[in-house]
């Protein structure tokens, strides 16, 4: 389904449409030629080389066949955690597809009347705008690099998701997710008994608090199914099974308390906790429990490096970090930086903020997911209760772990897009049948004969 872009090139000239084709034609033969000089390269210098080339290509032919593949390939490649060329670049493949599913998505986003994305993209540069104070307060490269990657992961993420829903993809980008969330799940519960049912460790940088953050987003969109996504009941609880089962297998204790927070988002926001809501409140209780009792035992215990004593040693060491400059920050990614003692990212949004851009920085995360939590606060049950329970989830889960990062900080901002994407595309498809009607009314005054007083 193509509605917002195939309506754009109804009543083209037969002749526009053969110029089309031979453009298309000419781009994709040039974008083979780049393949094969990048194969050379290749064979005879770096790797580097080709895959840049590659990239280009791929990016060329979907965005000049079809601009909406691009951003919804991108929604499952924030399961992809991989470094790009090995550990010597922090490019993630979920970051290359997410700024080329944001360049191709680009060609085709008109919000047009879109009042919601028009304000969270607002809030994106707002953001944005209070964070140059920080940056440019601690200018080195890694600063200012990491002010661009905050802005695809939040912005770019929005306008990919918007996208792939306005153009009818949703089922698509969030199916392919599922699945994607489905075989990480299982590959986790089967390496489990191999590490004795200890907290799983898979390569490709997976561990034990990422697959968990990435599976229950799974877990979520099964359980809220929206109507655009629309799963079979018996597909549906297939999918909540095998995400819960990578959870349990990842042991990620913030994993859980996010999921079990959103929820009961979903729950009261469809009209109250009642049987169901009940029961799940009552299976959260021992979890909870549980996880209280781990963390009880593990700040009594003598092992001062166990993951309890470990963040406590982190928050203060966060807050000497933040006393050096308490209102604009020592800089973003400044654990990548040689001017501190230790180096580790924060594992607490506040606390990463306040270290990162001072009371400036924390205040702008504010604006961003406070203003986002509100407005999506506000949409009706359709296109609201996911996008807000997701961005709702990742906050939670950031109190407990690190807040800026691949795949896991973009994902909500996917979500918020797919739902005000597919809620656009509703509006649109009523909006022909009003003006008919208006335009009929107005024709039938126009024709008949008025009466005289």
Known sequence: ??????????????????????????????????LVLGVALYS??????????SLVVLFVGFAVFEPTILPGIAIIGTLVLERLAGASTNL???DALLFFGTLSALIVFRPGDDREVKVLLWLVVAYEAMMVLPVLDNPYRADFTEWGHEAFLAGGALI??????????????????????????????????LHHFHPVYLPGGYQKNTIGDLVAFGTLIAYANPGYLNLSRRLRHWV???????????????????????????????GGLRRQGKLIALFSIPVLAYIGIKVKDQLTSKNQFNSAHQRLAWYHDSLSVFHVSPWLGVGLRWWYTNRFPFQFQPPNAELEM?????????????????????????????FGTLAFAALLMRVTQSQFDIFWVAGQSSIPWLIVGVALGVRALSQRAKQPAT?????????RAATTPARRA
């Open 1 to 34: 389904m193509h509605t917002g872009y195939a309506a754009s090139h109804e009543g083209d000239d037969p002749l526009e449409r053969l110029g089309r084709r031979w453009l298309r034609a000419a781009l994709l033969a040039a974008g083979s030629l780049v």
């Open 44 to 53: 005879t210098h770096d790797a580097k080389y080709a895959l840049a080339a």
């Open 92 to 94: 993630s493949v979920s």
């Open 160 to 193: 990919c998701g918007w996208v792939v829903g306005r153009h009818g993809h949703a089922r698509f980008g969030l199916g392919a997710f599922l699945f994607g969330a489905c075989v990480l799940s299982i590959w986790t519960g089967l390496e489990s008994p």
């Open 240 to 270: 909540i099974v095998l995400t819960l089962v990578g959870i349990a297998a990842s042991q990620s204790r913030q994993a859980e308390i996010g999921l079990i927070v959103a929820i009961l988002v979903v729950l009261h926001r469809r």
């Open 354 to 382: 306040l270290t990162s851009g001072g009371i400036v920085g924390l205040v702008a995360m504010f604006v961003l997911y406070g203003g986002g939590i509100e407005r999506l606060r506000r949409l009706d049950w359709e």
């Open 435 to 443: 003006r008919t009607e208006g335009s009929s009314a107005r024709s």
